[in-house]
């Protein structure tokens, strides 16, 4: 059965909670959804706003403070909020991505070739076990011991060698603070999950981003080879419109293309747009150019009937006392007036949510 990318659309906004908010629990929906991109503290946050019905932002920062989800490099070697017993699953399965970083990486291979890395691995272990520790801290007490290697690059090292937690108040809405370290096994109190297999990632995959190529999820997890663990699966197929095979779980569901979308701000970093060898299901290669910068940052973006449409962001002025949050919209193509109705809709009631304190105003600004 071939698919449209309209069809694509459709089933990957459904699957990602975006055709209609979800009556979810917060750990829940970061499980439904594979875990949420978190290179920022807080994108996930918006990521749920966006998702479920009545998410109040206490509701995650809960789950970080009780230690029920926690924040560490997985996918793509990049930082992802999971829950507790995902992390302790996934991390064994990604650490391919980490071992290929430090024999590759440009700024730090060089700087930590010929070490013992298990020796660092062990002292660092012994180093958090004590106490959580700063990435300063990290790299100046492992450098008393290796005082001929940079501190950083000591740090680095540990951090792909070993699955280190980004603890609380790291991550906390209304918090701040640099990122401070614990060993994933001393932080998580759950019991030790069942090993995982890349079976079992795949699976999880497809249930929030199906159906998808083998080359969508290697994009989403950085992980090669994963032709073979699909050709192992039992499976249904489909074809894109260039006819490239499409895989997803034999019970799920793909909606009517025709199905309505609404009109949705996704937060910086969503995953909607970032777990995609082909991202064009949602967003257009002109138009990925102006969401995804050129150091990594990803904007926010305004889907209009399921597409990127363009990008918004907010400032903040005035003291406590006056403060006034505004919402901008910049639009990447002609909106129609009950897409701007809407966007204006949807902006006050996200600043009534991020900014309960603050005066409001949205803007969508005029096509440039």
């Given at each position: ?284 290669d002109e138009h990925r150019k102006r969401v995804i910068t ?75």
């Amino acid at each position: 059965m071939n698919l449209s990318r309209r069809a694509l659309n459709r089933a990957t906004l459904d699957r990602q909670l975006l055709l209609r908010r979800a009556k979810l629990p917060a750990f829940d929906a970061v499980e439904h959804l594979a875990g949420l991109q978190a290179q920022a503290p807080f994108p996930p946050y918006y990521a749920l706003h966006a998702r479920l019905h009545g998410f109040r932002p206490e509701d995650l920062s809960k789950l970080l403070l009780d230690r029920q989800v926690v924040r560490l490099v997985l996918m793509r070697g990049t930082v992802h909020l999971v829950s507790a017993a995902d992390a302790l699953a996934w991390r064994p399965l990604v650490q391919v991505i980490m071992d290929r970083d430090l024999d590759t990486n440009l700024q730090y291979a060089a700087k930590i070739a010929g070490l013992d890395r298990g020796a660092v691995a062990d002292l660092a272990r012994e180093l958090l076990a004590a106490r959580p520790h700063t990435s300063a801290e990290l790299g100046a007490a492992l450098a008393s011991r290796w005082p001929d290697r940079l501190a950083g690059a000591l740090t680095h090292l540990v951090r792909g060698l070993l699955p280190l937690v980004q603890i609380p108040p790291r991550g906390v809405w209304g918090s701040s603070g640099q990122p401070t370290y614990q060993h994933a096994h001393d932080w998580i109190d759950v019991p030790a999950p069942v090993p995982s297999s890349l079976a079992d990632l795949v699976r999880r995959y497809l249930k929030a981003f199906g159906p998808a190529s083998v080359a969508d999820a290697q994009a989403w997890a950085g992980v090669k080879r994963l032709g073979e663990v699909f050709a192992e699966m039992d499976l249904r197929t489909y074809r894109d419109p260039e006819g490239r095979v499409l895989y997803d779980l034999p019970d799920a569901v793909v909606p009517d293309e025709d199905v309505p979308a609404p009109l949705r701000l996704l937060g910086p970093f969503d995953q909607t747009l970032l777990s995609y060898a082909d991202r064009r299901r949602v967003i257009s290669d002109e138009h990925r150019k102006r969401v995804i910068t050129q150091n990594g940052l990803v904007k926010g973006t305004l889907l209009a009937d399921g597409q990127v449409r363009g990008s918004w962001e907010t400032t903040k002025t005035g003291g406590k006392a006056a403060a006034k949050a505004t919402l901008t919209v910049t639009p990447f193509e002609r909106l129609t007036k009950r897409d701007v109705t809407a966007a204006e809709s949807a902006g006050r009631k996200l600043l009534a949510w991020a900014s309960p304190d603050a005066t409001h105003e949205v803007r969508v600004l005029p096509i440039s």
